[in-house]
Each structure stands twice: as C-alpha cells, then as structure tokens.
C-alpha cells in the first residue's frame, strides 16, 4: 500500500543511510522498525497482571519504630 508520511528532515537523512548501508529501501527499514514497535507493545501488554495476597491485617505500624523492633524480635 503506498501512503505519504511527513518525516524531518535529519531522520530522513539517516533513513537514507542506513538503507544505502544495508543495501535495503527506505520502505523496508521503516517496515521493519514499525513492526518491532508493534511487537514490543503487544508484548507489553500481554503481561499477567500480578497477584494480590490477603495479609489479614496490619501486625505492626511501621512508622512506630518501637513497636517494629518488638515485632522483629518476637516480644
């Protein structure tokens, strides 16, 4: 499918480079770049969502410094 995007100017100039450097066209490293950024995003977003445990409940304040040592010593 041919389409026109808008491209500055200084990324254009390395396109150009990079596709005389790999001996590619210009409109297989854009393919390309655009699928690898699809990828990563669909990989992204397969991730499973974490798991949440049920603590029963706080044992200790932990802003109260006292009663955190207490409870890491088992008093």
């Not at 990563?40 to 802003?63: E, I, K, M, N, Y």
Request: charge should be positive.
């Amino acid at each position: 499918m041919k389409t026109t995007l808008n491209i500055d100017d200084s990324v254009m100039a390395l396109l150009k480079r990079e596709a005389a450097r790999q001996g590619r066209t210009m409109s297989e490293l854009v393919e390309s770049a655009l699928r690898l950024m699809f990828r990563a995003q669909r990989r992204r977003s397969d991730l499973p969502p974490l798991p949440t445990f049920r603590s029963g409940g706080h044992l200790v304040d932990v802003a109260d410094r006292d009663a955190l040592y207490q409870a890491m010593e088992g008093r």
